[in-house]
């Protein structure tokens, strides 16, 4: 059986080919609990996305002059697309946890085929990142707010101030999630983990997620892009009875777009632990650690 030693120092490179690599060793494991877990989500998520856009661009552009007499119209289609973001956050949500449960299992020599044995812990797990996410961003965000509203004719330079501020403490998180499942231990033991390990690594971290969302994010436009000339080239040609089926293509175009994005945005998640994994060996040294004590 092919498989990825995990525990080992990577540059920026190393960990991209690594990303790939481990999809490829890795994919019989991770599309099973993807498409029981994720795909549900996944699907209604671009569902109500599409169908949101779809019927307010149809709206907007179809019957412009009743919309703008009764704005009301587009509460419907507001509501669909509030729906759509939601489940956007839980499919999200769901592709870090498959990840991370995932990775923990890789680092520890072999993913279990059983999905019960596989969901063990990591749905409990899933919702404690999202609770402790929540009471670190929160009152950050309502202290911004306290202080914008105090400072009004110094906002800019408030937020000028506390933008680097918020950026810091979001690159200085980022391997949170993978300490939590890896390491287990409390949600503090793992903020305290990610903390020290970016520990002179803060610009190595944000460059690979940068350099990962980027590389992602262009592969999935590869796949958007011919979708949407298609779509231009159908609508140029179509006729005026076509014309009127406009709102569902731009549905299904948003919802190719967000089915991709979200879909390329779980190897950012694949990548960050495989960045976690990299500092952990080279401040902790395990692997060498271990080869001594089975030498000895």
Same mark, same amino acid.
Request: charged share 10%; aromatic share 14%.
């Given at each position: 059986?092919?498989?990825?030693?995990?525990?080992?120092?990577?540059?920026?490179?190393?960990?991209?080919?690594?990303?790939?690599?481990?999809?490829?060793?890795?994919?019989?494991?991770? +599309?099973? &609990?993807?498409?029981? #877990? =994720?795909?549900?989500? $996944?699907? @209604?998520?671009? !569902?109500?996305?599409?169908g949101?856009? %779809?019927?307010?661009?149809?709206d907007?552009?179809?019957?412009?002059?009743?919309?703008?007499?009764?704005?009301?119209?587009?509460?419907?289609?507001?509501?669909t697309?509030?729906?759509?973001?939601?489940?956007?956050?839980?499919?999200s949500?769901?592709?870090?946890?498959?990840?991370?449960?995932?990775?923990?299992?890789?680092?520890?020599?072999?993913?279990?085929?059983?999905?019960?044995?596989?969901?063990?812990?990591?749905?409990?797990?899933?919702?404690?990142?999202?609770?402790?996410?929540?009471g670190?961003?929160?009152?950050?965000?309502?202290?911004?707010?306290?202080?914008?509203?105090?400072?009004?004719?110094?906002?800019?330079?408030?937020?000028?101030? +506390?933008? &680097?501020?918020?950026? #810091? =403490?979001?690159?200085? $998180?980022? @391997?949170f999630p !993978?300490?939590?499942?890896?390491?287990? %231990?409390?949600?503090?033991d793992?903020?305290?983990?990610?903390?020290?390990?970016?520990?002179?690594?803060?610009?190595?971290?944000?460059?690979v997620?940068?350099?990962?969302?980027?590389?992602?994010?262009?592969?999935?436009?590869?796949?958007?892009?011919p979708?949407?000339?298609?779509?231009?080239?159908?609508?140029?040609?179509?006729?005026?009875?076509?014309?009127?089926n406009?709102?569902?293509?731009?549905?299904v175009?948003?919802?190719?777009?967000?089915?991709?994005?979200?879909i390329?945005?779980s190897?950012?998640?694949?990548?960050?632990?495989?960045?976690?994994?990299n500092?952990?060996?080279?401040?902790?040294?395990?692997?060498?650690?271990?080869?001594?004590?089975?030498?000895?």
């Open positions: 059986m092919q498989t990825l030693k995990l525990d080992k120092p990577r540059d920026i490179g190393q960990i991209i080919s690594d990303t790939f690599a481990y999809i490829r060793v890795h994919h019989k494991t991770l +599309l099973k &609990p993807f498409a029981v #877990y =994720v795909l549900p989500a $996944l699907l @209604l998520s671009v !569902a109500l996305l599409g949101g856009f %779809g019927s307010m661009f149809a907007i552009t179809q019957n412009s002059t009743l919309v703008e007499s009764d704005p009301s119209m587009l509460i419907g289609p507001g509501v697309l509030f729906l759509g973001f939601i489940f956007v956050i839980l499919t949500w769901l592709f870090l946890s498959v990840v991370h449960q995932h990775l923990q299992f890789a680092a520890e020599g072999e993913v279990p085929t059983h999905l019960g044995e596989f969901s063990k812990g990591m749905f409990v797990k899933g919702l404690v990142l999202v609770a402790t996410y929540i670190l961003m929160v009152p950050i965000y309502i202290a911004i707010f306290i202080l914008a509203m105090i400072l009004q004719d110094l906002f800019f330079i408030a937020m000028l101030v +506390l933008t &680097p501020l918020f950026f #810091y =403490v979001v690159v200085k $998180l980022m @391997l !993978a300490a939590y499942f890896i390491e287990g %231990g409390s949600p503090t793992a903020i305290k983990r990610s903390w020290s390990l970016t520990d002179d690594n803060f610009w190595v971290t944000f460059g997620y940068f350099v990962v969302a980027l590389i992602f994010g262009m592969l999935s436009y590869l796949i958007i892009i979708v949407m000339i298609l779509l231009v080239i159908v609508i140029n040609v179509g006729d005026a009875a076509f014309e009127e406009i709102g569902i293509l731009m549905g175009f948003y919802g190719v777009m967000y089915f991709f994005q979200l390329f945005s190897a950012q998640f694949i990548s960050l632990g495989l960045h976690f994994f500092l952990k060996e080279r401040k902790d040294g395990t692997a060498l650690r271990d080869q001594i004590d089975q030498l000895g």
